[in-house]
Nanobody, 125 residues
């Protein structure tokens, strides 16, 4: 069973940066496609970015393009989300997710098989 553990969340001022990590265990990380999602209080879980197992294909939600960068290091079984130019509206719990195939829209949470517990990101104005 694959386990995902996020880290790197915290409190940052608007305009600042944070780097999130997602450590995977219990499976072959290089076989998994990864995604990052976020969920603010009272809102649905929202797609942030995704990356294929090889790291050669990345996708972003429109509001994150140019500010966030998704990456992975298969040798370290770890995925990353670099977040720059953060805004108060980026405040949410951030989750990493993984799936074993590419069936279905990568932007939809239901197409992911494994989830981390989430890490809080708070951006102050």
């Amino acid at each position: 069973q694959v386990q995902l553990v996020e880290s790197g969340g915290g409190l940052v001022q608007a305009g600042g940066s944070l780097s999130l990590s997602c450590a995977a265990s219990g499976g072959t990380f290089s076989n998994l496609h990864m995604g990052w999602f976020r969920q603010a209080p009272g809102k649905e879980r929202e797609f942030v970015a995704s990356i294929r197992w090889s790291g050669t294909n990345t996708y972003y939600a429109d509001s994150m393009k140019g500010r966030f960068t998704i990456s992975r290091d298969n040798a370290k079984n770890t995925g990353y989300l670099q977040m720059n130019s953060l805004k108060p509206k980026d405040t949410a719990v951030y989750y990493c997710a993984a799936r074993t195939n590419l069936y279905g829209d990568a932007r939809l949470p239901r197409h992911y098989d494994y989830w981390g517990q989430g890490t809080q990101v708070t951006v102050s104005s």
